[in-house]
């Protein structure tokens, strides 16, 4: 079903040097149209090669234990999403409460108030999560993910028109950070195994573990919000 719309799809490489990209040269963001990617590559950060294997082999030693008292939840169809487990997680190990410290130094400025708890989200390999944003009422305004064991492809969806759109290449062991715009005014999804496909680049999903840092919501947020 996707195959088609992705063909047909323009994609365009990003322009000029500022832009994340590989240490191949290649692109980390696609975007449908150069003013879209203009406009969200502002307010995207991508980090390789945040952690090293050897790190991310320890840190995730400590999260299996709990992840695996947990199944993961598959049933219910209008779950945004599907196949996963997670935890919220305080206290960390020395070495890993080291490299969740160096997440948020690099996502939030000093000061700025943050969740105190890290969220692990683990997706199986036929896990999916579905366009969203997340919710105004308990995270601020940045979103700042290390992606653990898979590389896969965030897609970023304008919420006011059909034609906006950004993929990122989220690579193991990678940083994303999301603000502003790409928190407010997009919507993100993790592409499921079959559409994940950056630009004509397949990028196979296995099982991914992600740990998110989020700013807290400055103001009060009125219950319609
Ligand atoms: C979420 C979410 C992205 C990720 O949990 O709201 O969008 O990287 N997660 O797991
Ligand atoms: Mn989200």
């Not at 036929?126 to 979103?143: E, L, M, R």
Request: with cysteine; net charge positive.
């Amino acid at each position: 079903m996707a195959a088609p719309m992705r063909r047909s799809f323009r994609w365009l490489r990003p322009f000029g040097g500022r832009r994340p990209h590989a240490a191949s040269g290649l692109p980390l963001l696609l975007g449908s149209n150069p003013a879209v990617l203009e406009r969200v590559s502002r307010d995207v950060e991508l980090r390789q090669e945040f952690i090293s294997p050897e790190q991310e082999a320890a840190i995730l030693r400590e999260l299996e234990p709990r992840l695996q008292r947990q199944r993961y939840q598959r049933e219910h169809w209008d779950q945004v999403i599907h196949g996963y487990r997670e935890i919220e997680k305080a206290h960390w190990t020395e070495q890993s409460e080291s490299i969740v410290q160096r997440l948020r130094d690099i996502a939030f400025p000093p000061g700025v108030p943050q969740l105190s708890m890290v969220h692990v989200l683990d997706l199986e390999k036929t896990g999916f999560i579905n366009p969203h944003v997340d919710s105004v009422k308990f995270c601020g305004d940045t979103i700042a993910g290390l992606c653990l064991l898979s590389g896969s492809v965030m897609r970023l969806l304008s919420e006011d028109n059909d034609a906006d759109r950004v993929d990122l290449l989220l690579e193991r062991r990678s940083v994303y950070i999301l603000r502003g715009v790409a928190r407010y005014r997009f919507s993100h999804q993790i592409l499921r195994d079959e559409d994940s496909f950056f630009g004509e680049q397949k990028v196979p999903r296995g099982r991914r573990v992600s740990i998110i840092c989020r700013s807290l919501p400055l103001g009060p947020v009125s219950d319609t919000g």
